[in-house]
């Protein structure tokens, strides 16, 4: 599959060529289709499946200054390729290196109360309009689980509330979803069932753009605030995904879940890792809706309204600001 979309170019699938001509990408599909894309209009280019890219690709995209990202089933993101001549020391860098415990703990309760937050959104969301789907007692024990957080008195203390509200709001979405599906609740590596193999999906692809957010901003994103940061693990990106998961992720998922688009035929299992994976056809589509809700416009205080992908970008900047000490981070709570 060849995508163009929100500043993207996706490639997924297998047998995809691209390669260098001129100063355009000349991308050549498996059944001898071909176009031309020009590293001007693309923010990322996502690599999934096997396909082949020669290094005249790759230089034009670093000196064009074009994410290039791979991903694969599992593990979910596994490389990212960027200049041998990038600064890797900043101001900004050495800030992040000497925070506080103090104010790692202030902005990482803001962002962690802010996901709990848009799980309750999330939930109040999928009871609308259903008289017969109420969550208030989830809702009720999510509000206490962000009235412990306040309390926190550490960052491991913190991740623990955070698990316990992991818990409540996937056990309770267990509601709106078939048996059939055989959801019992959130795993990862590899995703058991399709909703994980959806959600796992669909987070990757959230994760690789608040990535790049964090390198635009000037921020290193594998010195993390609240997630413990060790080897080559991005761990500030995955601070600031969960801000957005439930906001355009879950969204997506149970939208198609609740619409009745996803079905057992759209999964296959893979026999060597125990994994489950949509198959292409299926994915293409799940990735236009994925990207439809990327480009949905949100009205945000100040600012009016922003795509989603740069309010991502807006939060990276006030992440930015806020370990520089310029001003108190606010996470994105959906309103």
């Known amino acids: 599959m060849i995508e163009e979309r929100l500043r993207n170019l996706v490639i997924s699938g297998f ?48 000196e064009k200054e074009v994410d290039l990202v791979f991903i694969g089933r599992y593990p979910p993101l596994f490389a990212r390729v960027v200049r041998s001549d990038q600064s890797f020391i900043s101001d900004i860098w050495r800030a992040q290196i000497m925070m506080s415990d103090e104010v790692k703990l202030e902005i990482g309760r803001e962002i962690l109360q802010s996901a709990v937050y848009n799980r309750i959104r999330m939930l109040q969301h999928l009871s609308k309009n259903r008289e017969d789907l109420t969550f208030d007692d989830a809702v009720r024990r999510l509000k206490e689980v962000r009235r412990k957080m306040e309390k926190a008195e550490d960052s491991f203390e913190l991740m623990g509330y955070e698990g316990e509200g992991s818990h409540i709001y996937f056990s309770s979405i267990r509601r709106v979803i078939p048996e059939k599906l055989s959801f019992e609740g959130r795993k990862k590596r590899p995703p058991p069932d399709p909703v994980n193999a959806l959600l796992s999906y669909g987070y990757t692809v959230l994760h690789s753009r608040v990535e790049y957010g964090l390198m635009l901003a000037g921020l290193n994103p594998f010195e993390g605030i609240i997630h413990a940061s060790y080897r080559n693990r991005p761990a500030l990106s995955f601070d600031l995904t969960e801000e957005f998961r439930q906001v355009i992720v879950d969204r997506v998922v149970l939208t198609d879940i609740v619409r009745g688009r996803v079905k057992e035929r759209d999964f296959e299992y893979d026999n060597e890792s125990g994994g489950c994976f ?42 930015k600001r806020a370990i520089m000490g310029e001003e108190q981070y606010r996470g994105f709570r959906y309103r």
């Open 15 to 62: 047998g995809v060529k691209l390669t260098k001509s001129g100063d355009l990408i000349e991308v050549l599909d498996k059944d001898g289709s071909k176009k031309h894309i020009s590293p001007h209009d693309l923010e990322q280019v996502i690599i999934t499946g096997e396909a082949s890219i020669t290094s005249g690709v790759v230089r034009l995209l670093l």
């Open 278 to 319: 949509m198959v292409e056809e299926f994915k293409r589509g799940f990735l236009e809706r994925l990207y439809a809700r990327f480009e949905e416009e949100y009205t945000v205080e100040e600012e009016g309204k922003m795509q989603f992908i740069d309010i991502i970008f807006r939060q990276a900047k006030k992440l």
